[in-house]
């Protein structure tokens, strides 16, 4: 669209300046013809020029008057051509009028382009505009401004994907989920086992509910009742070092709080995921009968499994109990 505006405006302003042209053109060499006093017998007995009028053709003629017409336009004003009697007087009148609604038109259409074609810039500097005040106004320290300022800058492309969502969500279902599968946002359930395979619709909702999310070095992340895919970054949870793709939280599917991880991943760097959280899960499940079915089936078989491990390492700990009581007595 921008490119459409400033073409448009290039395409009205010169079809202005062509009319004008051709306005003072028909002035300059009607006057010729009749052999009276015009703007072109002025500019050609001026001692820096001074050419036979009558030796101009039609072309030379037209590149004087759209000389004079954008000097008119742009307010620059040499004074090299002036009108001569009342009629070239009234047309010059007419052409300063037309030209300042011109000029004004013009520089409102570009103002416009320049801040629509960096609106979330705009709004990104804004935002970090606030936070200076705010970090100003509560005296915080100087090592923490500059941690909020490097999280902001780290977290430009989740914001802008925040930023982006409720544009997306202002087409049609159909080219939301075509949108979800181009731009790559499907493989973030794809990573997560019990949301693979779906069918175009439920994967579109899904979709619409991911929310991005950034962490700062030596954070924890911690949620209980979502889920997250590591886009960015590494985090260390256990013994293991968790990376792109790498899932946390699968198991807030889980209504038993015990069955659930109690150990939560801490970030070593900038870490960026998609995040999705059960109410919203649940929300698709009640709009898609087979989808709740399937997730309902992923819940049991990963409680059995937890339940299993669980009580196992509960019988592990009471063998252990009582072999020390034993050894006591």
Excluded at 7 to 18: I, N
Excluded at 119 to 144: C, G, I, W
């Amino acid at each position: 669209y921008a490119f459409l505006n400033i073409a448009k405006c290039a395409g009205v302003t010169f079809a202005v300046l062509h009319w004008m042209t051709c306005m003072w053109g028909f002035f300059g060499m009607q006057a010729r013809r009749e052999d009276a006093p015009s703007w072109l017998l002025g500019y050609s007995e001026r001692p820096a020029v001074h050419e036979d009028i009558f030796l101009l053709g039609r072309l030379e003629v037209y590149n004087l008057a759209m000389y004079f017409c954008v000097m008119t336009l742009t307010s620059v004003g040499f004074g090299d051509i002036t009108p001569i009697g009342q009629a070239e007087v009234t047309l010059c009148c007419l052409t300063m009028w037309a030209s300042s609604f011109m000029w004004a038109w013009v520089l409102a259409n570009m103002v416009n382009i320049v801040e629509n074609a960096g609106k979330y810039s705009t709004y990104f500097q804004q935002l970090n505009d606030d936070m200076n005040e705010l970090m100003e106004a509560r005296l915080l320290p100087h090592t923490l401004k500059m941690r909020a300022r490097k999280h902001l800058a780290e977290a430009f492309k989740v914001h802008r994907q925040r930023y982006q969502q409720a544009t997306i969500r202002s087409l049609s279902v159909g080219l939301q989920g075509e949108i979800a599968l181009q731009s790559g946002a499907a493989s973030v359930c794809d990573c997560i086992w019990f949301l693979r395979d779906l069918n175009l619709d439920v994967l579109t909702e899904l979709v619409a509910h991911l929310v991005p999310e950034m962490y700062s070095p030596a954070e924890y992340i911690i949620h209980k009742y979502a889920v997250s895919v590591i886009r960015r970054g590494a985090c260390w949870w256990k013994t293991r070092i968790l990376t792109r793709d790498d899932v946390i939280g699968q198991d807030m599917i889980l209504d038993t709080e015990h069955l659930r991880e109690s150990v939560h991943p801490k970030t070593l760097n900038y870490v960026e995921v998609m995040t999705l959280n059960r109410t919203d899960l649940a929300h698709v499940c009640e709009m898609y009968p087979d989808f709740s079915k399937k997730v309902r089936i992923a819940q049991i078989r990963m409680a059995v499994c937890r339940a299993v491990v669980y009580y196992a390492k509960r019988a592990a700990r009471a063998r252990e109990m009582g072999d020390g009581r034993a050894r006591i007595e």
